[in-house]
Protein backbone atom coordinates (compact mmCIF):
# COMPACT_ATOMS: atom_id res chain seq x y z
CA UNK A 1 0.00 0.00 0.00
CA UNK A 2 2.45 2.66 0.85
CA UNK A 3 4.63 1.86 -2.69
CA UNK A 4 1.57 2.01 -4.11
CA UNK A 5 0.80 5.73 -2.37
CA UNK A 6 4.36 7.15 -3.10
CA UNK A 7 3.75 5.85 -6.41
CA UNK A 8 1.06 7.78 -7.21
CA UNK A 9 2.71 11.02 -5.19
CA UNK A 10 5.60 10.57 -7.18
CA UNK A 11 3.14 10.97 -10.31
CA UNK A 12 0.89 13.43 -9.20
CA UNK A 13 3.57 16.06 -8.63
CA UNK A 14 5.48 15.49 -11.59
CA UNK A 15 1.87 16.04 -13.66
CA UNK A 16 0.39 19.04 -11.70
CA UNK A 17 1.16 21.91 -14.02
CA UNK A 18 0.34 20.32 -16.98
CA UNK A 19 -3.56 20.80 -16.54
CA UNK A 20 -5.57 23.43 -14.17
CA UNK A 21 -5.51 22.60 -11.00
CA UNK A 22 -9.43 22.08 -10.53
CA UNK A 23 -9.15 19.17 -13.48
CA UNK A 24 -5.89 17.66 -12.05
CA UNK A 25 -7.32 17.08 -8.96
CA UNK A 26 -9.88 14.17 -10.42
CA UNK A 27 -7.16 12.07 -11.39
CA UNK A 28 -5.69 11.26 -8.18
CA UNK A 29 -7.23 9.73 -5.03
CA UNK A 30 -7.33 12.49 -1.95
CA UNK A 31 -4.44 11.78 0.36
CA UNK A 32 -2.59 12.02 -2.86
CA UNK A 33 -4.10 15.51 -4.33
CA UNK A 34 -3.97 16.92 -0.53
CA UNK A 35 -0.63 16.34 -0.33
CA UNK A 36 0.88 17.15 -3.26
CA UNK A 37 -1.64 20.36 -3.19
CA UNK A 38 0.66 20.82 -0.15
CA UNK A 39 4.20 20.25 -1.99
CA UNK A 40 3.03 22.83 -4.60
CA UNK A 41 1.94 25.17 -2.10
CA UNK A 42 5.51 24.98 -0.47
CA UNK A 43 7.20 25.17 -3.71
CA UNK A 44 5.57 28.04 -5.07
CA UNK A 45 5.81 30.04 -1.79
CA UNK A 46 10.07 29.34 -2.68
CA UNK A 47 9.32 30.54 -6.21
CA UNK A 48 7.54 33.84 -4.77
CA UNK A 49 10.34 34.19 -2.21
CA UNK A 50 12.92 34.15 -4.86
CA UNK A 51 11.22 36.17 -7.01
CA UNK A 52 10.87 38.60 -4.28
CA UNK A 53 14.56 38.50 -3.00
CA UNK A 54 15.45 39.26 -7.08
CA UNK A 55 13.55 42.28 -6.28
CA UNK A 56 9.90 41.84 -8.31
CA UNK A 57 7.97 43.27 -4.82
CA UNK A 58 4.59 42.21 -5.66
CA UNK A 59 5.59 38.31 -6.03
CA UNK A 60 4.30 37.10 -2.88
CA UNK A 61 0.44 39.43 -3.46
CA UNK A 62 0.64 38.11 -6.96
CA UNK A 63 0.80 34.53 -5.17
CA UNK A 64 -1.99 35.51 -3.01
CA UNK A 65 -4.10 36.28 -5.65
CA UNK A 66 -3.58 32.77 -7.74
CA UNK A 67 -4.44 31.40 -4.23
CA UNK A 68 -7.82 33.32 -3.92
CA UNK A 69 -8.88 32.51 -7.27
CA UNK A 70 -7.89 28.64 -6.77
CA UNK A 71 -10.20 28.96 -3.66
CA UNK A 72 -12.95 30.43 -5.27
CA UNK A 73 -12.67 27.89 -8.10
CA UNK A 74 -12.60 25.14 -5.48
CA UNK A 75 -16.02 26.52 -3.98
CA UNK A 76 -17.66 26.71 -7.23
CA UNK A 77 -17.30 23.35 -7.68
CA UNK A 78 -18.71 22.47 -4.52
CA UNK A 79 -22.11 24.22 -5.53
CA UNK A 80 -22.05 21.79 -8.33
CA UNK A 81 -22.86 18.13 -8.84
CA UNK A 82 -19.94 16.12 -7.44
CA UNK A 83 -19.69 12.31 -6.10
CA UNK A 84 -19.50 12.14 -2.41
CA UNK A 85 -16.03 11.34 -1.98
CA UNK A 86 -15.29 14.00 -4.72
CA UNK A 87 -16.96 16.41 -2.65
CA UNK A 88 -15.03 14.98 0.61
CA UNK A 89 -11.47 15.87 -1.30
CA UNK A 90 -12.33 19.39 -2.42
CA UNK A 91 -13.95 20.31 1.29
CA UNK A 92 -10.60 18.89 2.96
CA UNK A 93 -8.32 20.68 0.13
CA UNK A 94 -10.52 24.11 0.87
CA UNK A 95 -9.72 23.53 4.60
CA UNK A 96 -5.72 23.38 3.89
CA UNK A 97 -6.05 26.07 0.94
CA UNK A 98 -7.34 28.43 3.27
CA UNK A 99 -4.85 28.30 6.27
CA UNK A 100 -2.29 28.38 3.50
CA UNK A 101 -4.20 31.66 2.13
CA UNK A 102 -3.78 33.22 5.51
CA UNK A 103 -0.28 32.25 5.59
CA UNK A 104 0.89 33.84 2.98
CA UNK A 105 -1.67 36.98 3.95
CA UNK A 106 -0.12 37.25 7.23
CA UNK A 107 3.43 36.78 5.64
CA UNK A 108 2.37 39.93 3.13
CA UNK A 109 0.88 41.77 6.44
CA UNK A 110 4.17 41.42 7.99
CA UNK A 111 6.08 42.13 4.95
CA UNK A 112 8.29 39.08 5.07
CA UNK A 113 10.71 39.25 2.04
CA UNK A 114 13.13 35.91 3.23
CA UNK A 115 12.25 32.52 3.37
CA UNK A 116 14.24 31.22 6.31
CA UNK A 117 11.77 34.31 8.36
CA UNK A 118 10.39 32.26 11.21
CA UNK A 119 6.71 33.02 10.34
CA UNK A 120 7.41 30.49 7.17
CA UNK A 121 9.97 28.12 8.84
CA UNK A 122 7.17 27.42 11.52
CA UNK A 123 4.68 25.87 8.50
CA UNK A 124 4.00 22.32 8.25
CA UNK A 125 5.94 22.08 4.48
CA UNK A 126 6.01 19.28 2.23
CA UNK A 127 8.66 19.08 -0.27
CA UNK A 128 8.84 16.57 -3.09
CA UNK A 129 12.55 15.86 -3.53
CA UNK A 130 13.20 14.22 -7.03
CA UNK A 131 16.56 12.80 -7.03
CA UNK A 132 14.99 10.46 -3.82
CA UNK A 133 11.45 10.19 -5.28
CA UNK A 134 10.52 11.12 -1.87
CA UNK A 135 8.05 13.36 0.13
CA UNK A 136 9.74 15.39 3.52
CA UNK A 137 7.25 17.32 6.24
CA UNK A 138 9.59 20.12 7.47
CA UNK A 139 8.68 22.24 9.89
CA UNK A 140 11.50 24.86 11.46
CA UNK A 141 14.53 22.54 11.17
CA UNK A 142 13.57 19.60 11.21
CA UNK A 143 12.84 17.06 8.66
CA UNK A 144 10.91 13.95 8.63
CA UNK A 145 10.33 11.41 5.76
CA UNK A 146 6.85 11.12 4.47
CA UNK A 147 5.16 7.72 5.70
CA UNK A 148 3.14 7.09 2.95
CA UNK A 149 0.63 5.59 5.09
CA UNK A 150 -2.97 5.13 3.45
CA UNK A 151 -5.11 7.75 5.41
CA UNK A 152 -7.93 7.52 3.10
CA UNK A 153 -10.53 10.70 2.33
CA UNK A 154 -11.35 12.04 5.77
CA UNK A 155 -12.01 15.50 6.63
CA UNK A 156 -9.21 18.04 8.27
CA UNK A 157 -9.81 20.00 11.58
CA UNK A 158 -10.61 23.66 10.29
CA UNK A 159 -7.43 25.46 11.16
CA UNK A 160 -7.12 28.14 13.80
CA UNK A 161 -4.03 29.68 15.69
CA UNK A 162 -4.91 27.02 18.08
CA UNK A 163 -4.93 23.98 15.96
CA UNK A 164 -1.89 25.36 14.41
CA UNK A 165 -0.45 25.15 17.46
CA UNK A 166 -1.33 22.18 18.37
CA UNK A 167 -0.67 20.67 14.92
CA UNK A 168 2.82 21.87 14.77
CA UNK A 169 3.58 20.33 18.21
CA UNK A 170 2.44 16.57 17.54
CA UNK A 171 2.91 16.99 13.49
CA UNK A 172 6.51 15.88 13.28
CA UNK A 173 5.63 12.51 15.16
CA UNK A 174 3.11 11.78 12.54
CA UNK A 175 5.22 11.68 10.02
CA UNK A 176 7.47 8.93 10.96
CA UNK A 177 9.43 6.61 8.11
CA UNK A 178 9.73 2.85 8.91
Excluded at 15 to 28: A, G, H, S
Excluded at 156 to 176: A, G, K, Q, S
Aim: net charge negative.
Amino acid sequence: MRATVRDEMTEAVATYEEKPREQWLFDYPAQVALSCTQIWWTTEVGIAFARVEEGYENAMKEYHKKQVAQLNTLVTMLIGQLSKGDRQKIMTICTIDVHARDVVAKMIAQKVDNAQAFIWLSQLRHRWADEERHCFANICDAQFLYSYEYLGNTPRLVITPLTDRYFHHYEPWLCRSN
